[in-house]
């Protein structure tokens, strides 16, 4: 069993920067893919990035990259997701999520994960 907990999320204008930050238990944590998803109201989740259990392979939706990086430090047990060059467009509930079974070819898709965070909020607004 994994429990993941976010943070970092807030309030920040058109341009700004944030860093969330998803803690996990459990000690299997480094053999795990993770992800970062978000959801809009009204919208469905939708992918943000992911990450391999390693920490060699990366990928992001379009939307986002060259503006998020995603990162992890097993040895800590924590993933981060760096967002700079916000937009209004970003706005959304934030959530990490954990893939026990490691397989990369679903990392888009939350169905593949087991287990998820509470999420973290995050508002870009000026």
């Known amino acids: 069993q994994v429990q993941l907990v976010e943070s970092g999320g807030g309030m920040v204008q058109p341009g700004g920067s944030l860093r969330l930050s998803c803690a996990a238990s459990?000690?299997?944590?480094?053999?795990?893919?993770l992800g970062w998803f978000r959801q809009a109201p009204g919208k469905e989740r939708e992918f943000v990035a992911a990450?391999?259990?390693?920490?060699?392979?990366?990928d992001y939706a379009n939307s986002v990259k060259g503006r998020f990086t995603i990162s992890r430090d097993n040895a800590k047990n924590l993933v981060f997701l760096q967002m700079n060059s916000l937009k209004p467009e970003d706005t959304a509930v934030y959530y990490c999520?954990?893939?026990?079974?490691?397989?990369?070819?679903?990392?888009?898709?939350?169905?593949?994960?087991?287990?998820w965070g509470q999420g973290t909020q995050v508002t870009v607004s000026s």
């Open positions: 990450i391999s259990w390693g920490g060699v392979s990366t």
């Open positions: 999520a954990a893939d026990r079974r490691g397989s990369w070819l679903g990392r888009a898709n939350p169905n593949e994960y087991d287990y």
């Open positions: 459990g000690r299997t944590f480094s053999s795990y893919n």
